[in-house]
């Protein structure tokens, strides 16, 4: 299944939440100041110009599968210090040479083969290089899976929500060691009207991509007024971990 392309204007303006835990995500990294870090899965540009400022002399690689998205991220940030790559990242990577660190903030639940995922970025990390990275996880928004169930629907395969130690094992795998693995609940209110538009080009893109715009409003509206309150149950997958030296 390769990347898709994203509503890129529609997802920065709601990207609150993905924005604050990228925050937290950025600040984990153990950082001189000087690295090469490869932001895996950039989005809009938001999470990756926290990361630039911890970079005054270092270099952010800013990777997405989204064509859309990487050209917000441009707009927003311009070339200083920054290299923009489309990629998907279950492909070899462009990216040379290897880099210090990969970030990631939202991204690997989009990713279905974490196996494969986690070698890819094996292949183009220095050995000793930090991986820090949060993702949806285990039971991760169950309320909108419950949704569709109710509606003869499903995810389908299309999401992979990780737990901390299948992951693990997976890390182990792809050689990487120092590894940590976590879950944590992020139930997450949203304004009622930023409801459906959310479901439609967040947590449901994926399923009402190729839909006409009616067609998208629609199916969202039928998930949301199924749903217990404005609001998504996330539950986060964290992970750290270090490429074997």
Not at 83 to 89: E, F, G, M, S
Not at 150 to 159: L, N, P
Request: glycine share 8%; aromatic share 6%.
């Amino acid at each position: 299944m390769s990347p898709r392309d994203w509503d890129a204007a529609t997802y920065d303006r709601l990207a609150a939440p993905m924005t604050r835990w990228g925050r937290v995500v950025v600040d984990r990294l153990e950082l001189r100041g000087d690295e090469r870090v490869l932001d895996a899965g950039c989005g809009t540009g938001k999470v990756t110009a926290m990361l630039r400022e911890r970079l005054p002399d270092g270099e952010v690689v800013a990777l997405d599968g989204s064509a859309s998205m990487v050209a917000l991220a441009r707009e927003r940030l311009g070339d200083a210090g920054v290299t923009y790559l489309v990629a998907d990242l279950l492909e070899p990577l462009p990216v040379d040479p290897p880099v210090d660190a990969v970030l990631s903030t939202a991204t690997f639940h989009w990713i279905p083969d974490h196996d494969r995922l986690f070698a890819k970025l094996a292949a183009v990390m220095q050995p000793g290089a930090q991986l820090v990275a949060q993702c949806g996880g285990r039971g991760n928004i169950a309320s909108i899976e419950a949704a569709l169930r109710d509606m003869g629907e499903s995810f389908e395969g299309r999401k992979h929500f990780a737990g901390p130690e299948d992951t693990r094992g997976r890390l182990e795998a792809a050689g990487f060691t120092d590894i940590e693995t976590w879950l944590q609940d992020e139930p997450t209110p949203l304004d009622p009207e930023d409801l459906e538009p959310y479901l439609a080009t967040i947590a449901l893109g994926d399923h009402v991509d190729g839909m006409g715009r009616d067609e998208r409003a629609a199916f969202a509206h039928e998930v949301a007024i199924r749903l217990p309150a404005s609001a998504i149950d996330y539950v986060r997958l964290n992970i750290t971990a270090r490429r074997a030296r």
